[in-house]
């Protein structure tokens, strides 16, 4: 079964440099979600989508921002990148908002980004 | 507080054993309760949901869930070496309805 697709799977940038995510959620799934996990800690709500709207924020930097497009794809953007934005990001779908009962949630394999 | 809190560990199980893991959460409005297992540099894939108080039983997983003293747990039987991962308890809440929120994780560890 199709999978959520992250790409790319690393990325090294430095400092003040500017990255761009790109999450390909599960076909029919409408809602996707961005999570940020730095080692050893837990995954971090960034910001979520649902039809292509912002649903939710989470502690989503203002130097980050993102979208999700007519094809339910979604980029996250990051602009001025610092050495704490080095982290794990991960992408999840799902086919509906999370709170209704059955909707599960699926990840992707994540994007790991270094800032040097 | 954090919204949802588990003991970091590390949980030291012998294989075979029956691994306990715990979870509160603050929220009273919560409604949806997950269990997350995530080896070190892997995505987290979802072991359980469980959506009203009692248990729910999948294969050698059990979820119990207690609404009234926001709680949450998850039971291992028969565990496993493969079993050894952290394991991720995430809450939605009626508030925030299109986002789950994560605890900080429980790592167990299955000794052979």
């Known amino acids: 079964a199709a999978g959520v697709i992250q790409s790319p799977r690393h990325l090294i940038k430095e400092k003040r440099e500017t990255a761009t995510l790109k999450c390909y959620p599960i076909?029919?799934?409408?809602?996707v979600y961005w999570y940020q996990q730095g080692p050893g800690q837990d995954p971090q709500f960034l910001i979520s989508f649902y039809e292509k709207m912002q649903s939710d924020k989470g502690s989503i930097p203002d130097r980050f921002s993102a979208q999700q497009f007519s094809d339910y794809h979604s980029e996250l953007n990051m602009s001025s990148l610092e050495l704490g934005d080095s982290a794990l990001y991960f992408c999840?779908?799902?086919?509906?908002?999370?709170?209704?009962?059955?909707?599960?949630?699926?990840f992707g394999e994540g994007s790991w980004l270094t800032v040097v | 507080q954090k919204e949802v809190e588990q003991n970091s560990g590390p949980l030291s199980v012998p294989e075979g054993a029956i691994a306990s893991l715990n979870c509160t959460y603050s929220d009273r409005g919560s409604q949806s309760f997950f269990w997350y297992r995530q080896y070190s540099g892997k995505s987290p894939e979802l072991i359980m949901s469980?959506?009203?108080?009692g248990d729910k039983e999948d294969g050698r997983f059990t979820a119990q869930l207690n609404k009234a003293s926001q709680y949450v747990s998850l039971l291992i039987r028969d565990s496993q070496p493969s079993d050894s991962a952290t394991y991720l308890c995430a809450v939605c809440t009626e508030s925030s309805a299109s986002k789950i929120i994560f605890g900080s994780g429980t790592r167990l560890s299955i000794r052979p």
């Open positions: 999840a779908s799902s086919l509906g908002t999370a709170i209704l009962s059955g909707n599960t949630i699926y």
């Open positions: 469980i959506y009203s108080n």
């Open positions: 076909p029919r799934h409408d809602t």
